[in-house]
């Protein structure tokens, strides 16, 4: 083979190892190291996942006596003390057929759980609050009095579906009508361990449920095991507030606007939290930040300056600062 064409052929090679090095090799070891986000305007939403159980203030009214019934209110309507809430028309009762009739009840098992704490009436009202047709037996154990006691082993086998209690005829003893107190009630739920920091006693947060967001302030903060017991106590209205006593939900701490920055852009210099910002040089400098809440993707922090843990003024990340990804 002649001399100029063997050197044609080397050269032709290493020119393509050459052109691979220039655009395989150098832009991924100089991407790994320079690689860069911007820090953006943008909202931060901070939530956790759980189960909802509901307390209210309310009391159960059971018939004096055997009768038919028509009501006259709805559910959810607002009744005061004395109102009266149904057509009500004792019948004449066997002694011998009471006990019978009330040993088959549809309502035993709800009697049961609700034990002594149901109170005898006619067709009236002997409070002020809201009307539910719907009962579970629960209204006397979850109670405000006695909700900080409920653990998470009680609520995670709640068997809450309601019975409904509208009905033509009942029998003595038997429910009729509930009447709660909507100016004050509280959402129960369990968080785990790791998610506890977020929640403060006094703090306001959100709960979403469904399409509805109830805004209420934490009440108590109980410790139960491995997870934590929040309370949380609002007056805001709730479609099902009525019937329901349990509901899937989010718990919102944080919903705020401001400066983002990727979670993996934050190191820490000596005990400073900072990032690595680009100057106008092309060099990048360990600049302070100070984080206001994150989730489990990015950091909502400071603008421009903060001031630190010992009241000196610090300047921070501003908008659209160009910042490393991975320091």
Not at 166 to 186: C, H, L, M, S, V
Not at 244 to 259: F, M
Not at 283 to 298: D, E, I, M, Y
Request: one cysteine or more; a positive charge.
């Amino acid at each position: 083979m002649p001399k100029l064409r063997k050197k044609t052929i080397y050269t032709f090679i290493l020119v393509v190892v050459a052109l691979y090095v220039v655009i395989a090799v150098i832009p991924a070891v100089t991407g790994k190291l320079t690689r860069t986000t911007a820090v953006t305007y943008g909202d931060l939403k901070v939530s956790d996942d759980v189960t909802c159980y509901i307390v209210r203030d309310e009391t159960v009214y059971l018939a004096k006596s055997a009768g038919t019934m028509s009501f006259k209110v709805k559910e959810g309507e607002l009744v005061k003390r004395g109102a009266e809430v149904m057509n009500f028309k004792p019948k004449s009762e066997d002694k011998s057929t009471a006990s019978k009739t009330a040993s088959v009840s549809e309502y035993n098992a709800i009697l049961k759980k609700l034990g002594r704490k149901g109170v005898v009436t006619g067709d009236v009202s002997k409070r002020k609050g809201m009307i539910s047709f719907h009962i579970d037996g629960y209204e006397a154990s979850f109670t405000p009095d006695t909700m900080a006691k409920l653990t998470y082993d009680d609520v995670k086998s709640v068997d809450a579906d309601p019975e409904s209690l509208k009905r033509a005829e009942t029998e003595k003893g038997d429910p009729i009508f509930k009447i709660y107190d909507n100016a004050n009630w509280y959402i129960n739920a369990w968080v785990d361990e790791a998610d506890i920091s977020k929640y403060e006693k006094g703090n306001y947060v959100t709960v979403e449920i469904g399409d509805a967001d109830i805004r209420g302030s934490i009440e108590n903060i109980v410790s139960d095991g491995s997870k934590w017991h929040v309370i949380i106590r609002t007056n805001r209205y709730w479609k099902d507030l009525a019937v329901k006593r349990s509901a899937e939900g989010k718990i919102v701490t944080t919903d705020r606007s401001g400066l983002l920055i990727d979670n993996g852009s934050i190191t820490t210099k000596g005990k400073k939290v900072g990032v690595y910002v680009k100057d106008k040089t092309g060099q990048f400098n360990f600049t302070q930040v100070n984080v206001l809440a994150s989730n489990s993707k990015k950091s909502l922090v400071s603008s421009g300056t903060f001031t630190d843990a010992k009241g000196n003024t610090v300047t921070t990340v501003k908008v659209y600062d160009e910042i490393l990804r991975n320091p």
